[in-house]
């Protein structure tokens, strides 16, 4: 979802900009502007003394303006904290049973969780991701699955070795999954 907030805002405010731009650009090197355009010709400036002055003196002015840079600045540090936000899971808690515990890293579990997965059978290649918390992570697998294989088998055959294996070495009370399956693209096959 973020990631589609993330392409949706930047080309709408890139297309602004682009658009703005270039029309400065094209006025400020001679094209004729429309009539209802914002500049009237070469030397003429963006916003001009009385209409950066206009709306001053109203009492609804300066609270509305506030307001919305308020909502911008929100919005912003919103977007910000979530682009910044870590996703990959850093490193796993394990219980080591003497109370103390031990630090797992998260790319060790998720390289050993996708070798695993990677050798199953009728799986072409595997991707894990680890997210949540150390306590309690989940896990994103992504398995590319070959021709003409069962996805429903493929599956058992991941959360009964691989991911049963993963939950088991880290000591883990459960490790939730969320698998997506594709096929691998093939030729089509010629019938006699």
């Known amino acids: 979802m973020l990631r589609i907030v993330n392409r949706v805002l930047i080309g709408i405010i890139g297309l602004a900009l682009v658009a703005l731009g270039g029309s400065v650009l094209a006025v400020g090197l001679g094209v004729r502007p429309p009539s209802w355009w914002i500049h009237d010709g070469r030397h003429d400036v ?30 912003a540090l919103w977007w910000l904290a979530a682009v910044l936000r870590r996703r990959r899971l850093a490193e796993v808690l394990v219980d080591t049973g003497d109370g103390q515990g031990a630090l797992l890293r998260g790319r060790a579990l998720e390289g050993v969780l996708a070798a695993e997965a990677g050798q199953l059978d009728g799986v072409d290649h595997a991707q894990v991701l680890l997210t949540g918390r150390r306590g309690t992570p989940e896990a994103r697998v992504q398995l590319l699955l070959e021709p003409h294989v069962d996805p429903g088998h493929a599956l058992h055959l991941l959360t009964a ?8 070495s880290a000591g883990l009370a459960a490790l939730p999954a969320e698998v997506r399956l594709r096929g691998v693209k093939h030729r089509a096959e010629r019938v006699s």
């Open 46 to 75: 963006l916003l001009s003394d009385a209409e950066r002055t206009r709306w001053r003196d109203h009492g609804w002015w300066w609270p509305t303006v506030i307001g919305v840079l308020a909502v911008l600045v929100v919005l």
């Open 161 to 168: 070795e691989a991911l049963a294996h993963a939950r088991d």
